[in-house]
């Protein structure tokens, strides 16, 4: 029958949980560098991030999570990398729409609107992968 599923059969793909940390302490970087945050494997869809300062920077410090290549802030725009709050679940407009599937490998990216020296960082990614 056309459209029918077996509700029990489990699917091939898993769901992985990837987490980046980046100390700029240890490798600082100046306004306008591009992170290379997480890998994303062809055919994965992100479901979600969020986004953690560990150390703040101390002074002024703001970055974007996204795609350099395209939406630059499509998971979370303007975080604030000089804040000791907890974790942030991005706000950006690929986030509002449940996520999104990747035809192509790609990265999620981090580009940064200060120089960066002393903050530390966490991005973590929910996705779906083909296995």
Not at 64 to 79: E, K, L, P, S
Not at 84 to 97: E, F, K, M, W
Not at 109 to 126: C, E, F, S, Y
């Amino acid at each position: 029958m056309a459209g029918e599923y077996d509700k029990f059969k489990g699917s091939n793909d898993a769901v992985q949980k990837v987490t980046w940390v980046w100390d700029f302490a240890k490798n600082p970087k100046v306004a306008t560098n591009v992170l290379e945050a997480i890998y994303i494997p062809a055919g994965a869809v992100v479901l979600s991030t969020y986004f953690e300062c560990l150390e703040p920077e101390g002074a002024t410090c703001t970055a974007d999570i996204g795609h350099t290549g395209g939406d630059v802030d499509g998971f979370d725009g303007t975080v604030n990398l000089n804040s000791a709050a907890g974790p942030v679940v991005g706000d950006g407009a690929l986030q509002a729409i449940g996520g999104i599937a990747y035809a192509a490998e790609d990265t999620i990216d981090i580009l940064l609107g200060h120089d960066t020296d002393a903050a530390k960082i966490r991005l973590t990614a929910m996705m779906i992968v083909p296995v």
